[in-house]
């Protein structure tokens, strides 16, 4: 009977294991089901000195990557969105670096190891996981002119330049 209670039990674990892996599959396929539209946010600045506003860049293609100094894909790409913000910022694109759950401190050091002269905020707390629907970093989400997603966001990796590229392109296409 004990091996029959210890088989029984561990059977339970594994379908617990499964179903919680197969929750947080589906979470990150599909994050929290409230990004339909971006949210505002004004966040301090780590580049400089004061805050950005979202809403302050409607009328522009805006990039957003969210990112942080200790995440091993974000220092693969982050060369690669300094390259778009320099290519692309004489035609109304702009790239906002979201630094998220990391220290001040760390992300300056990052920015500068990394070159990085595109706007970069801070949000400490991550306190916009949830309203854009982020479940592990990194995350880029390109909006239109309007303030409008286009297309869904582009999860789990560095990016490659050129799906960046074929977004941005779009997006100015709007």
């Not at 946010?41 to 805006?62: I, Q, Y």
Request: with cysteine.
């Amino acid at each position: 009977m004990t091996a029959r209670l210890r088989l029984t039990g561990q059977l339970l674990a594994v379908a617990l294991v499964a179903g919680l892996l197969g929750l947080l599959v589906w979470k990150v396929a599909h994050g929290s089901g409230k990004t339909a539209e971006p949210k505002n946010f004004t966040l301090s600045r780590v580049d400089k000195p004061g805050k950005l506003e979202l809403a302050s860049l409607r009328g522009k293609v805006v990039v957003l990557n969210f990112w942080a100094s200790w995440c091993v894909p974000c220092k693969t790409e982050a060369r690669t969105f300094e390259r778009i913000w320099q290519e692309y910022r004489s035609k109304g694109v702009v790239v906002v670096g979201i630094d998220s759950k990391d220290f001040s401190g760390d992300a300056r050091s990052f920015m500068h190891r990394y070159g990085l002269t595109y706007p970069i905020v801070r949000d400490g707390d991550g306190s916009l996981w949830g309203p854009y629907g982020i479940s592990f970093l990194p995350v880029t989400r390109v909006l239109d002119r309007r303030g409008r997603y286009l297309g869904k966001s582009i999860d789990g990796g560095p990016v490659p330049a050129a799906v960046l590229r074929r977004r941005i392109s779009a997006a100015l296409r709007t």
